[in-house]
């Protein structure tokens, strides 16, 4: 059954068309299931996420999904900011930094590979301060990385904050992944 149906005959598209449909790839393509469609009109979907999962829930889901590939190191945070907490899964080589008034807390990521060999998926809670950063990277940047001699980039646009960590402390011989976010002040 072909992918591209008319209105009329449309049923549901599985998992697999929505696949073959879209440039991303499950876990990232987060629909299950297209159950309406009328093309550039109207679509109706179930998806298997939503902010009311826990985030050692969606790890676990993406470990599956990621059995049959490499794998992948994940790191997965959820910032509440009215109850000042940022909670925090993480697998393989991720790090990340809470910057609050200019002090930094690392946040855990235990060992492994997402998709293989994983031994174990943990929720940690941390304090998340009104105005704090988070810095999230992959160890292609260097653990050694600081903010000293930058006076006052913290309070900087978040993605001038990435890019100067990535130009001055990726280690050249990897892949780098580099992600800062803000909350509100």
């Given amino acids: 059954m072909s992918a591209r149906r008319s209105a009329e005959q449309f049923t ?3 998992v697999d068309e929505i696949a073959r449909l879209l440039p991303h790839r499950y876990p990232f393509a987060l629909l299950d299931r297209v159950t309406a469609l009328v093309p550039g009109v109207r679509a109706e979907a179930i998806k298997n996420v939503s902010a009311a999962d826990p985030i050692t ?24 900011p009215g109850r000042g907490r940022l909670a925090f899964a993480g697998v393989g080589n991720i790090a990340g ?28 809670s941390y304090p998340w301060p009104r105005g704090a950063v988070l810095v999230m990277h992959s160890d292609g940047l260097t653990s050694k990385w600081g903010l000293e ?19 001055d402390f990726q280690r050249g011989n990897d892949d780098t992944t580099v992600v800062v976010v803000r909350g509100a002040a």
């Avoid at 829930?57 to 509440?80: K, N």
């Avoid at 008034?101 to 060999?117: A, E, I, K």
Wanted: glycine letters at 6%; zero cysteines.
């Fill in 97 to 124: 930094s809470i910057v609050a008034d200019s002090t930094f807390r690392s946040v855990v990521s235990h060992h492994g590979t997402l998709g293989h060999d994983v031994r174990k998926i943990q929720e940690f």
């Fill in 149 to 167: 001699a930058y006076p006052g980039l913290i309070q900087r646009d978040p993605a001038l904050v990435a890019a100067v960590l990535y130009r």
């Fill in 57 to 80: 829930s969606i790890v676990e889901r993406m470990h599956e999904a990621l059995r049959p590939t490499r794998g992948a190191a994940v790191g997965l945070a959820e910032i509440d």
């Fill in 12 to 14: 549901a598209l599985s």
